[in-house]
């Protein structure tokens, strides 16, 4: 089992900057790799940005450029700073975990994950 706690969230004007963190406990050892989903109201929940347990990093189009995913190996901390942020970012984002090795890169799949967080609410207003 893995457990993970995200925070960070909140609200903030368009092209301000947040900075969010997973805090994976448990089975940690067994994750392949951790990613960021993001859902806004209505739509479906997307691929945000991954890091796979060797340090391969993968993000959306949509955020390249503005979003950085980064960990930290003593705390187990998957983190997701976000600048140049738009109204379009506003969304409830989630960490999840990806557990299979045998997974090759970062999964943008979200059946590909197999433990996710609660989430935290991203505003962005204009």
């Known amino acids: 089992q893995v457990q993970l706690v995200e925070s960070g969230g909140g609200l903030v004007q368009a092209g301000g900057s947040l900075r969010l963190s997973c805090a994976a406990s448990g089975r940690t050892f067994s994750n392949n790799a951790m990613g960021w989903f993001r859902q806004a109201p209505g739509k479906e929940r997307e691929f945000v940005s991954g890091?796979?347990?060797?340090?391969?990093?993968d993000y959306a189009d949509s955020v390249k450029g503005r979003f950085t995913i980064s960990r930290d190996h003593a705390k187990i901390t998957v983190h997701l700073q976000m600048n140049s942020l738009k109204p379009e970012d506003t969304a409830i984002y989630y960490c999840a975990a990806d557990t299979n090795r045998k997974h090759i890169g970062v999964s943008r799949g979200r059946e590909d994950y197999d433990y996710w967080g609660q989430g935290t609410q991203v505003t962005v207003s204009s």
């Open positions: 890091i796979k347990w060797n340090g391969i990093t």
